[in-house]
């Protein structure tokens, strides 16, 4: 079983609507998660990190359920510039980092 | 401020060639990590370093991989020999501590390689 799990998608939206992505991770040690935003033959870049009360950074939110292993990002209004690939991250390090990416969510929004 | 920065941004070499990438992590940033994409893998941990100790490198696919940080601004990433499976991008991150707390890692753009 893969450490961190995706629905690879692809998710085609209409601009404007509200979608949704969830991950789950297979290590109930896990200390912290993020999600991050890759765009086409570019590096990832840090979107938002994930609390366990759950955090919204204007368009997006981001919800961590850990009895049941699995973290979500909704955007809603989504905007054409939001079409990109996101990646749920996990760190499973104690001491030090072990920085996991899922596969990753492919996300297109059509006009 | 200047980023990741990592070379050879692209590199087409022969199957059995010596392939060695570098990265030079943002100033100050002590914790190093080497990533493989690829479409079928996604992104995939290969080692991370802190403090320019190797942490955890059991990512590293097989003894033709290896890696170095010999000190604070600089890495590397051999492969000897190469073979076509090994073809990816690779990218290196940095991050201020251990990335633990804000996960922030800032990537390099990648190094593109083709094995033939």
């Known amino acids: 079983r893969k450490e961190v799990e995706q629905d690879p998608g692809p998710f085609n939206v209409p601009e404007g609507a509200t979608v949704a992505f969830n991950c789950t991770y297979s290590?109930?040690?896990?200390?912290?998660f993020f999600w991050y935003r890759q765009d086409c033959r570019k590096e990832p870049k840090l979107l938002m990190s994930?609390?366990?009360s759950g955090n919204e950074d204007g368009r997006f939110t981001a919800q961590l359920n850990r009895a049941s292993q699995y973290i979500s990002l909704l955007i809603r209004d989504s905007k054409l510039s939001d079409s990109a690939t996101y990646l749920c991250?996990?760190?499973?390090?104690?001491?030090?980092?072990?920085?996991?990416f899922g596969s990753g969510t492919r996300l297109s929004i059509r006009p | 401020d200047a980023g990741v920065i990592q070379s050879p941004r692209h590199e087409v070499t022969e199957m059995g060639q010596e392939v060695t990438l570098r990265c030079k992590p943002i100033?100050?940033?002590?914790?190093l990590f080497w990533y493989r994409q690829t479409m079928m893998r996604g992104l995939e941990l290969l080692i991370y370093?802190?403090?320019?100790?190797?942490?955890?490198d059991s990512g590293m696919p097989e003894d033709r991989f290896s890696a170095k940080m010999p000190n604070a601004s600089f890495s590397t990433l051999k492969i000897q020999p190469s073979e076509p499976r090994d073809s990816a991008v690779y990218f290196c991150?940095?991050?201020?501590?251990?990335?633990?707390?804000?996960?922030?890692?800032?990537f390099g753009e990648g190094s593109r390689l083709t094995v033939l």
């Open positions: 370093f802190n403090n320019n100790v190797p942490i955890d």
């Open positions: 100033s100050g940033h002590n914790s």
């Open positions: 290590n109930s040690a896990s200390q912290s």
């Open positions: 994930v609390y366990s």
């Open positions: 991250v996990v760190n499973i390090g104690s001491s030090a980092s072990k920085i996991i």
């Open positions: 991150a940095s991050s201020l501590g251990t990335g633990a707390i804000t996960g922030e890692l800032f």
